[in-house]
């Protein structure tokens, strides 16, 4: 009896030493919202088609919450953002839970950031959109054609009405209500984020344990541990502008474990304009201006969500690099059990504090990531 045991577990330990490891796939999504930014998706499964199935469930999640979430565009039976912003002034509107916990979410974060991410700032936002749109438009027609720059006068008046005084959100009704008929809310800075967030939730949920997503190369995510115990390799791009795809990294950070990292940059939405300059979409909620600076681009990698990361990379654009560095250390402290680290990239020699020079940049780690970087 005693071997006739020992032979199945023997043949039990043969079975499972001998199992399969998963294998790679991978295929990208186009078409799903969110600025159209392509979502790449590469995940370790044990067949295609149990690939195939997380990659529609994903997909499907993504093109719901990106309607839910759009402000530009209305759909068949949604009541979306860009509903709440047509009633605003007029009447509250009832909408998905989803879209009541993204405002939520956002309006936490702008006290967490110090207000320096704000989603009620959607009237001055739309300023911005219009010249920028114009502007773009004008210098890809003719290199010597440049963009108009809006008054200070146009952005101050828009300004009165940003805050979230002037949005109520019931959360027991569901329903969302501007107060102000020229409040405007826009989520574009976070939208993306907190939809894959609850998008891996799910896929979680359906059993995927090992995946990594990229959405438009500016919000990346990992799920899990590779099946062979190589770490995630994530490139930082050369915030260049002028060019379709980024063409190197200015360094590359290395994770063994699930984590959320987005990047704000101001190569990535911008025009040339009549004064010389270059006018991005990152606008400093003080100033009501594209943040000026020699600061090209910031990452962040935490642990915390996709959404935060989004909220977070946006703030510490915005901020002076060393009140970007006390929130950091304030949010360690609120958050102690999490990852929460960044890498600014600068203009050339002109980095604040002591950096390391890469490929025409100046780049700064927060002292964590350290031990993200490979000799």
Excluded at 22 to 44: C, E, H, K, M, Q
Excluded at 78 to 90: E, M, R, S, V
Excluded at 325 to 341: A, F, G, H, S
Aim: with cysteine; proline share 4%.
């Amino acid at each position: 009896m005693k071997r006739k045991m020992l032979l199945i577990l023997t043949l039990s330990l043969l079975i499972v030493g001998c199992a399969k490891a998963p294998d790679r796939y991978s295929n990208v999504a186009i078409n799903l919202g969110f600025n159209d930014a392509p979502v790449t998706f590469v995940a370790y499964t044990n067949s295609q088609a149990e690939f195939d199935k997380y990659f529609e469930q994903l997909k499907t999640e993504m093109s719901y919450l990106g309607q839910l979430f759009d402000r530009y565009n209305d759909y068949p039976n949604l009541n979306n953002l860009k509903t709440i912003n047509d009633q605003a002034g007029i009447k509250a509107v009832e909408v998905d839970q989803n879209l009541i916990d993204l405002l939520v979410f956002a309006r936490d974060w702008a006290s967490l950031s110090q207000n320096t991410f704000n989603v009620s700032l959607g009237a001055v936002l739309d300023i911005w959109s219009d010249y920028r749109n114009e502007g773009k438009l004008m210098n890809a027609a003719d290199p010597t054609e440049f963009g108009r720059i809006p008054s200070l006068g146009l952005l101050q008046q828009a300004d009165t009405c940003t805050g979230w005084g002037f949005v109520e959100i019931d959360d027991q009704a569901n329903t969302v209500f501007i107060t102000n008929p020229c409040t405007r809310l826009d989520v574009g800075g976070i939208a993306k984020g907190f939809a894959i967030d609850i998008a891996v939730n799910k896929l979680k949920d359906a059993g995927l344990e090992t995946a990594i997503i990229n959405i438009g190369d500016s919000s990346i995510i990992t799920i899990g541990t590779k099946p062979n115990g190589d770490e995630w390799g994530v490139g930082i791009a050369q915030p260049k502008r002028n060019v379709i795809f980024a063409d190197g990294s200015v360094d590359t950070l290395y994770f063994n474990e699930s984590i959320f990292i987005s990047t704000s940059g101001d190569n990535q939405n911008y025009y040339l304009a009549e004064d010389g300059k270059y006018y991005h979409h990152l606008i400093d909620p003080i100033t009501l201006f594209p943040v000026e600076t020699p600061l090209h681009s910031v990452t962040v990698a935490t642990s915390l969500s996709a959404g935060a990361a989004e909220a977070l990379s946006k703030a510490m654009f915005i901020l002076p690099y060393e009140e970007a560095l006390k929130l950091v250390d304030e949010l360690r402290t609120t958050y102690p059990n999490d990852t929460i680290e960044a890498t600014w990239v600068y203009e050339l020699n002109q980095a604040p504090v002591a950096s390391i020079e890469s490929v025409g940049f100046s780049v700064v780690h927060s002292e964590g990531i350290q031990s993200r970087l490979k000799p």
